[in-house]
Nanobody, 125 residues
Framework: QVQLVESGGGLVQAGGSLRLSCAAS????????MGWFRQAPGKEREFVAS????????YYAASVKGRFTIARDNAKNTVYLQMNSLKPEDTAVYYC??????????????????WGRGTQVTVSS
């Protein structure tokens, strides 16, 4: 079992940066692939980024590659999402998730087993 709590969301101007954090509890965190998803009003939840249990491998959606960076600190049971060069279309609720699958290229939300409640990110133009 893994419990996840996101933080770090807020309001930022286009071109700005935010860093999201996801604090995890549960003894399986360090062996889990972790991911970030987002959901804008009226849209489906979409994959943003994922990271292997060791942190050595990462995978990004094309829409954020080169602007966002996912990282983890297993000693602190925390996953991060550094978001730079933010655009108004990045506005969404951002969710942290954990999956028992071993692949970081799993992008379907239904393949993730544990979810946080989300944190709102709003980018103004």
């Amino acid at each position: 079992q893994v419990q996840l709590v996101e933080s770090g969301g807020g309001l930022v101007q286009a071109g700005g940066s935010l860093r999201l954090s996801c604090a995890a509890s549960g003894r399986t965190f360090s062996s889990s692939v972790m991911g970030w998803f987002r959901q804008a009003p009226g849209k489906e939840r979409e994959f943003v980024a994922s990271i292997s249990w060791s942190g050595g491998d990462t995978y990004y959606a094309a829409s954020v590659k080169g602007r966002f960076t996912i990282a983890r600190d297993n000693a602190k049971n925390t996953v991060y999402l550094q978001m730079n060069s933010l655009k108004p279309e990045d506005t969404a609720v951002y969710y942290c998730a954990a999956t028992r699958t071993l692949s970081i290229t799993v992008v379907a939300a239904e393949r993730y087993d544990y979810w946080g409640r989300g944190t709102q990110v709003t980018v103004s133009s």
